[in-house]
């Protein structure tokens, strides 16, 4: 079971705090070091000192990590134009000597677009579609070919698909829990499923969708790498628990129901569970970025015993 950071910094958090985070993921011993795309904050948090652009964040992280892999969950499909989205992705995998994995996602939060005057259009979905083919197909392009693409809302003609990442294929994560729509993209275009915020009843079930519909597509279910992400609250006893939670604005009984909260045994133990059902990654999401202690307790008492 891998176990990767996943940040939220839009709640509060400057590119320092993410640096420092990132460091630690890397000498922890952790897998990745993912984050949030969004531009407004969300809840009660005050958002101080304002937001971070994800992928200027994760071109920094890449010059300054050496073994960690680097991704977000998810990039807004309505932030960035495809072809422009190909190269900034590209570019910051070379940066990183080839660390680098897209979530792409259709992008929901439309008061983030309204705050900073991005349009938000109906069809969110058919558009992703269109992205995915048009990231996917500019990296695929041989170099000396040249892609073009005739589509509803994107036109792209006799396009030289540059820059190249530095890995062969940069990993590409779909994720979400609509029925049909989203499997059929994830069995097209995804390398890896991820399920945010699921019971492990309900991952299963999405997990078991995507590897009908990947079947279907005529490839193999196991082909896709299937995660979760999770809110994560651990402490070494119940008063550290309590802490902590208090300190994210939860409800330690609704943490342990619904994220990954208790002690590092119960943590351990729910953990086993996702992995039971086909989970082979867990993306911690980690509220307060302020507590490196947390990690460090994870690190030692929690992977320890994966």
């Known amino acids: 079971m891998d176990l990767r950071i996943f940040t939220e910094p839009q709640q509060g958090a400057t590119y320092d705090t993410l640096l420092t985070v990132a460091k630690a993921t890397e000498d922890l011993g952790f897998d990745a070091f993912f984050r949030s795309d969004h531009y407004l904050r969300m809840g009660s948090s005050d958002g101080l000192p304002g937001p971070t652009d994800a992928w200027i964040t994760l071109a920094g992280l890449a010059r300054e990590t050496r ?15 495809p072809g422009v989205l190909a190269i900034q992705v590209a570019q910051v995998d070379q940066m990183s000597g080839g660390r680098v994995e897209l979530g792409l996602g259709a ?9 900073y005057g991005i349009p938000f259009p109906k069809e969110k979905f058919d558009r992703l579609e269109e992205q995915l083919a048009i990231v996917t197909g500019l990296w695929g ?7 073009t693409h005739d589509g509803t809302y994107y036109q792209l003609v006799d396009s030289p698909a540059l820059p190249k990442p530095a890995q062969a294929k940069v990993p590409v994560l779909i994720g979400g829990h609509g ?10 275009y995804a390398d890896e499923f991820n399920i945010p915020f699921a ?21 193999r279910g196991d082909d896709l790498v299937y995660s979760n992400a999770l809110v994560v609250c651990v402490g070494r006893d119940e008063a550290e628990i309590k802490q902590r939670a208090a300190a994210i604005g939860r409800d330690v009984d609704d943490l342990r129901a619904n994220g990954l909260a208790g002690s590092p045994a119960e943590v351990v133990d729910k953990i086993g569970r996702y992995g039971a059902i086909g989970s082979s990654r867990i993306y911690l999401q980690v509220l307060d970025l302020d507590d490196l202690d947390h990690l460090e307790l994870i690190s030692a008492q929690v992977q320890s015993q994966l």
């Open 107 to 115: 992008g929901w939060f439309e008061e983030e677009h309204k705050a």
């Open 199 to 219: 019971s492990v009843e309900d991952s299963e079930r999405q997990f078991g969708r995507v590897r009908a519909a990947a079947e279907q597509a005529g490839r």
């Open 179 to 188: 029925a049909k729509r989203t499997p059929r993209l994830a069995a097209r």
């Open 67 to 81: 073994r960690i892999r680097l991704g977000t969950l998810m990039t807004a499909g309505t932030f960035r134009l």
């Open 141 to 147: 392009t041989e170099v000396g070919a040249t892609f």
